[in-house]
């Protein structure tokens, strides 16, 4: 954590044990890397408690694909932690000025309906009516997928679908993986021209890409990835098709939540939740 401390130039270990430091945790600048932290600690008591366990893939749900990062090797926990700090930091500067200037509510809501039978129509709904600021963003499951953008244009997308599907809210402060990013996608793409990050290739394992829900090739991939997924769509149900498709028997979940057992109806996969430290015991 001095670590961490030292590249944010701040005493940002202090939200981990205190619940006075004055961070906001909820803020995206501040969770962000608050979680990126709590993944990378887990994954380092699993290789003290169980150093034979090794990986053939590293994956992660948007912000996790960082925590994939640092876990394989491309990316220092220091340099992780600083990236996802400045794109927290950026996505809340993005929609701050976005609201502002528009006068638009933000949202992202996810419908829960069967992808192969809505994306097309969707996708087109989007590129017709609302192709700035709305998007298809995440694909969860095989029967969740989310929209993130402007609350009417969210609102518009929902009623042109005639009430045929359920919905449900999320509690975001930014309208993630859509258009509206492109800012923050501007910035990203800047700082990995600065050349202040050290990245290494190649990884101790495979890192699923969430934009091509395959395993990411080389370093310009994993800029790439950084900067692009601001905007792109995350394909978490297609990700782990592709690791049911690869013989992937066992998967360990870091963090809240079945985001991983949601992702796959397959029976084949056996799934370890790891929600704290001390959790970790369920692989002794």
């Known amino acids: 954590m001095e670590e961490v401390d030292s590249v944010l130039n701040e005493r940002f270990s202090s939200t981990l044990v205190d619940q006075s430091s004055g961070?906001?945790?909820?803020?995206t600048e501040v969770a962000q890397p608050l979680l990126l932290v709590y993944a990378h600690t887990i994954y380092q008591i699993i290789k003290h408690v169980r150093p034979e366990i090794s990986f053939d893939y590293s994956l992660g749900h948007s912000l996790g694909e960082y925590s994939a990062?640092?876990?394989a090797g491309v990316l220092s926990i220091a340099d992780a932690v600083w990236l996802v700090r400045q794109r927290g930091?950026?996505?809340?500067?993005v929609t701050d000025n976005y609201i502002k200037r528009t006068g638009n509510e933000i949202a992202m809501v996810a419908l829960f309906a069967p992808s192969d039978q809505y994306?097309?129509?969707i996708n087109q709904f989007i590129q017709s009516s609302y192709p700035n600021e709305l998007s298809l963003a995440i694909f969860n499951a095989p029967s969740q997928i989310v929209l993130s953008g402007s609350r009417k244009a969210i609102d518009a997308l929902i009623?042109?679908?005639d009430g045929k599907v359920k919905t449900k809210d999320l509690n975001v402060s930014g309208p993630f993986h859509s258009p509206i990013m492109a800012e923050a996608q501007t910035t990203m793409r800047q700082i990995l021209e600065s050349n202040k990050i050290t990245f290494n290739w190649p990884p101790t394992n495979d890192i699923v890409s969430n934009i091509s829900a395959k395993p990411i090739q080389n370093l310009d991939e994993v800029k790439a990835s950084i900067v692009d997924t601001l905007v792109e769509p995350v394909h978490w149900s297609q990700s782990f098709d592709y690791l049911v498709n690869?013989?992937?028997s066992s998967v360990i979940s870091v963090g809240l939540g079945k985001y991983a057992r949601n992702a796959t109806p397959s029976k084949d996969i056996n799934f370890v939740y790891l929600m704290s430290p001390d959790s970790v015991n369920k692989l002794a």
């Open 23 to 27: 961070y906001n945790t909820t803020a």
């Open 69 to 71: 990062y640092s876990t």
């Open 89 to 93: 930091l950026a996505m809340k500067n």
């Open 119 to 121: 994306a097309q129509q």
């Open 159 to 161: 009623q042109h679908l």
């Open 246 to 248: 690869n013989g992937v």
